[in-house]
Each structure stands twice: as structure tokens, then as C-alpha cells.
């Protein structure tokens, strides 16, 4: 499975990005999917999930902020990022589980595949 990220950027506070996630060499609709981030000096953590049949999950951080959405037929994950805050500069992974896993999405460990990142920065 290859994922390719895009649509990060340079935004100004309170501004909205939208990232995707397109998969390829698998069969899309059976992985759950999950965004993760990493900021300077920190360690990579989880931002949402989405699993195969749709359900979502989401980091206190970003709750009712972000919101993480799938279309089987695109192959894409995507993530809606709205009220952007300098906090959220980070560069953005978008993973995939092994088809029909449906263990913990909080984890990285729990996802076999990762795309290349891509990088947001909210300027203050």
C-alpha cells in the first residue's frame, strides 16, 4: 500500500486547510485510516481516525476542530482543519492499518503503512 499526502501549507491563524491522503495497492475500503503530526521536538502523535466502516476517533486537541472523513471510491482520506492555531504547525502523516484490523486507531504502532508527510504551518 502507497499513501501520498498533499494539500499542506502556509495559513494564518484561524484559517482552514484541508489535507488528503491518497492510497493505492490495496483495497482501499478495508483499512481503517488515521492522521497523524509531528512538531519540532516532539514525538509523533495521533489526530484522528477513521476506520473501515466509518466510525471516527479524534485527539482531545482537535476535537470539534478537525474532522476526518473518507470516499472509498477516490481512495482518499481526508482531513478538514478549521481555526487553525500556531499550535497546529506540524508536519502531517496519514497511515494505514492492515485490512479490517480493528484495534487501537491512538497508537502508530498499530499502523503498517505511512505516507511521506506533509507540512502545515499556522503563522500567529
Known amino acids: 500500500v502507497q499513501l501520498q499526502a498533499s494539500g499542506g501549507g502556509l495559513v494564518q491563524a484561524g484559517g482552514s486547510l484541508r489535507l488528503s491522503c491518497a492510497a493505492s495497492g490495496g483495497t482501499f475500503s478495508t483499512y481503517g485510516m488515521g492522521w497523524f503530526r509531528e512538531a519540532p521536538g516532539k514525538e509523533r502523535e495521533f489526530v484522528a481516525g477513521?476506520?473501515?466502516?466509518?466510525?471516527?476517533y479524534y485527539a482531545d486537541s482537535v476535537k470539534g476542530q478537525f474532522t476526518i472523513s473518507r470516499d472509498n471510491a477516490k481512495n482518499t482520506v481526508y482531513l478538514q482543519m478549521n481555526s487553525l492555531k500556531p499550535e497546529d504547525t506540524a508536519v502531517y502523516y496519514c497511515?494505514?492499518?492492515?485490512?479490517?484490523?480493528?484495534?487501537?486507531?491512538?497508537?502508530?504502532?498499530?499502523?503498517?503503512?505511512w505516507g511521506q508527510g506533509t507540512l502545515v504551518t499556522v503563522s500567529s
Open positions: 497511515a494505514a492499518k492492515t485490512p479490517y484490523y480493528s484495534g487501537s486507531y491512538y497508537s502508530p504502532n498499530q499502523y503498517a503503512y
Open positions: 477513521i476506520s473501515w466502516s466509518g466510525s471516527t
